[in-house]
C-alpha cells in the first residue's frame, strides 16, 4: 500500500548519512518500550509510571508495548496524525509526515503545534532527531521495507511502532502495487484503531467519544438513503494510467453504506491502474474524484481531473462527464481513515442532490 493513497511503484529506500546511535535515541523525552497489559486509568494525559502500564495491543501480528503514555510520538501518514490530533494529543507528538490534503477541518490550531518533518516520506535519519517515544503509520509502505524503516529496526532502537491495521486486516501487501484485499474493510477496523491509540496513550474515554461521533456521523449521513442500481467510480490520481478503487477498501466502505456499486468491484486490488477505454466501457453514473494538495501524481487537484474529462475524446461523452456528476473528496477521504466518514457524508449528500438515491 502506498504511503498516502497511490503513488504507482514503491521508490527505494534512498541511503543516508551514518545513523546516529541508540545511545542519543534513547536519551532525553525516549521512553523505553516494555510488555504485558494493564487496567485503563482517568482520560488525562498521565504520567510515567502510571498505574496500569506496561500495556500491550496486538497490531498486525505483532506486540506493541509502551510502559508509560507516549510523551514523543511521532506519526508518518496524515491518517495517524488525525487520529492522535482527534484524541487531543498534539502536545504528546514530536512530528509528523506524508501529507496528501489540508488537516481535517476543527484540527488545524492543533496541528499547528507538531512540527512537520516532511511533506512526504521523511527519512529514518529525519525521524530519529524527533527523539520519538512512539511511532505510528497508516500504510506498510511506510512502515516497512520501501518506507522510513521497518518496525522490527525502530523496535531494535526501543521505540514501539504502530502499523494501522487497516492496511493489513484481511490485505496481501506483497505485490509492488497498492496491496489486494482478501475481504472487505469495515470502519469497525479504523474505529479498533482509534481504541488501540486511545489505550496506549491512555486516553480511552477519548477514544470512545470519537468513535461514538463517527458511527453517529453515518448513521445521520446514510438514514434512509437507497442508492441501488446506482454505480460510482473512484478515481484517486493520475491521468495517464488511473489509479481507480477496487471493491474492497475504503471506497467500497462508502459505496457499501449508501446502497450504490463500485463499477470496479471485479478487483480486489486496492488501486489498480486501468486504461481510459476500461473507464468509458463502464460508463458510471457518478465519478468520485480525489482532491489532492499533494504533488507527486498528474491530476492530483480535482479541477484538473474535471479538465482532464470534459476535453478528452475518450471520456467526454460518458454519462457522469457528460452530466457532471462528480463528488470531490479529500485523499484521506479516500484512504482507509477516520475521515471515510466525510466521505460517506459527501457522497450520500450528493447522490441526493443529483436525485439519484431513494
Not at 491518517?79 to 506524508?98: N, Q, Y
Not at 525521524?127 to 516497512?144: K, N
Not at 488511473?242 to 486490488?269: F, K, Q, S
Request: with cysteine; net charge negative.
Amino acid at each position: 500500500m502506498s504511503a498516502a493513497g497511490p503513488v504507482g511503484p514503491r521508490r527505494p529506500f534512498l541511503s543516508r548519512r551514518a545513523l546516529r546511535g541508540p545511545v542519543l535515541l534513547l536519551s532525553g523525552a525516549l521512553l523505553a518500550s516494555g510488555c504485558g497489559s494493564g487496567a485503563a486509568t482517568d482520560d488525562a494525559a498521565a504520567p510515567a509510571g502510571t498505574a496500569g502500564y506496561p500495556r500491550t495491543v496486538r497490531d498486525c501480528g505483532h506486540d506493541v508495548r509502551v510502559t508509560a503514555p507516549p510523551h514523543r510520538a511521532v506519526s508518518l501518514n496524515q491518517g495517524t496524525t488525525e487520529i492522535l490530533l482527534s484524541l487531543g494529543l498534539a502536545d504528546r507528538m514530536a512530528g509528523t509526515a506524508t501529507w496528501t490534503d489540508p488537516v481535517m477541518k476543527g484540527l488545524e490550531k492543533a496541528n499547528s503545534a507538531v512540527p512537520r518533518l516532511a511533506d512526504d516520506m521523511p527519512s529514518f535519519e529525519t525521524v530519529l532527531d524527533a527523539e520519538p517515544d512512539f511511532v505510528a503509520a497508516s500504510f506498510a509502505s511506510t512502515l516497512g521495507t520501501g518506507g522510513v524503516a521497518t518496525r522490527e529496526r525502530f523496535t531494535e532502537l526501543g521505540v514501539p511502532a504502530y502499523l494501522s491495521p487497516s492496511d493489513c486486516a484481511g490485505k496481501d501487501n506483497s505485490g509492488d502495487g497498492d496491496g489486494v484485499r482478501s475481504e472487505p474493510l469495515t470502519m469497525d477496523t479504523v474505529y479498533g484503531e482509534v481504541r488501540d491509540l486511545a489505550r496506549l496513550f491512555d486516553v480511552e474515554q477519548r477514544g470512545e467519544k470519537l468513535v461514538a461521533d463517527l458511527e453517529s456521523r453515518v448513521d445521520r449521513a446514510t438514514s434512509g438513503i437507497d442508492a441501488s442500481g446506482v454505480t460510482l467510480m473512484y478515481w484517486f490520481a493520475n491521468s495517464t494510467s488511473p489509479y481507480l478503487a477496487g471493491c474492497c477498501g475504503a471506497p467500497g466502505v462508502i459505496t457499501r453504506a449508501v446502497g450504490a456499486e463500485n463499477a470496479m468491484d471485479d478487483t480486489h486490488e486496492e488501486w489498480p491502474q486501468v486504461g481510459w477505454e476500461t473507464v468509458a466501457d463502464r460508463d458510471p453514473d457518478v465519478l468520485v474524484l480525489g482532491d489532492l494538495t499533494r504533488k507527486s501524481q498528474t491530476a492530483e487537484t480535482a479541477a484538473k481531473k474535471i479538465e482532464f474529462l470534459e476535453s478528452n475524446p475518450v471520456t467526454r461523452n460518458m454519462t457522469a462527464v457528460r452530466k457532471k456528476r462528480y463528488v470531490l473528496l479529500s485523499g484521506q477521504a479516500m484512504n482507509p481513515t477516520i475521515r471515510t466518514v466525510e466521505g460517506v457524508e459527501q457522497v450520500a449528500a450528493a447522490l441526493r442532490e443529483f436525485g439519484l438515491a431513494k
